[in-house]
């Protein structure tokens, strides 16, 4: 079964079926969910979705949709502590490439996991971390 790592923005998109999630990610994540594979969302995507929520920058019903579908056993969607793990390949993804911590977790997580990340971000797809948008 293939897993991948989902990007907050990326999650939010998917759920809420927002056409800013490029047909190649949207296709990936059909594909994942329709062979029985399971979308891994790291926890700091929760965190940061509070965050944004808190800020005004997005509505409350984008983390309600998150955690709808977190808590959902139907649904493919997994949330992925920060342990040690994500915290030890933390050390793959360069500070000096990724420089913003949330994003370099979600990165981790992606190597831990050895999943490809669905991420739109132009860093952490200009990095070693395997993407795809």
Same mark, same amino acid.
């Given at each position: 079964?293939?897993?991948?790592?989902?990007?907050?923005? +990326?999650?939010?998109?998917?759920?809420?079926?927002?056409?800013?999630?490029?047909?190649?990610?949207?296709?990936?994540?059909?594909?994942?969910?329709?062979?029985?594979?399971?979308?891994?969302?790291?926890?700091?995507?929760?965190?940061?979705?509070?965050?944004?929520?808190?800020?005004?920058?997005?509505?409350? +019903?984008?983390?309600?949709?998150?955690?709808?579908?977190?808590? &959902?056993?139907?649904?493919?969607?997994?949330?992925?502590?920060?342990?040690?793990?994500?915290? &030890?390949?933390?050390?793959?993804?360069?500070?000096?490439?990724?420089? &913003?911590?949330? &994003?370099?977790?979600?990165? +981790?997580?992606?190597? +831990?996991?050895?999943?490809?990340?669905?991420?739109?971000?132009?860093?952490?797809?200009?990095?070693?971390?395997?993407?795809?948008?």
């Amino acid at each position: 079964m293939p897993n991948v790592v989902i990007d907050t923005h +990326a999650i939010v998109w998917f759920l809420s079926r927002d056409p800013r999630l490029s047909t190649n990610a949207r296709d990936l994540l059909r594909s994942t969910t329709a062979a029985g594979g399971i979308i891994h969302v790291p926890s700091i995507c929760l965190v940061e979705l509070s965050y944004l929520v808190e800020k005004g920058r997005l509505p409350a +019903a984008a983390r309600d949709a998150l955690i709808q579908a977190l808590d &959902d056993y139907a649904t493919p969607c997994s949330l992925v502590p920060l342990d040690r793990l994500v915290a &030890d390949a933390l050390e793959r993804v360069q500070r000096r490439d990724v420089p &913003d911590l949330p &994003d370099r977790i979600v990165a +981790a997580t992606a190597i +831990a996991l050895g999943a490809p990340l669905v991420s739109r971000d132009a860093r952490i797809r200009a990095s070693q971390v395997q993407t795809i948008w």
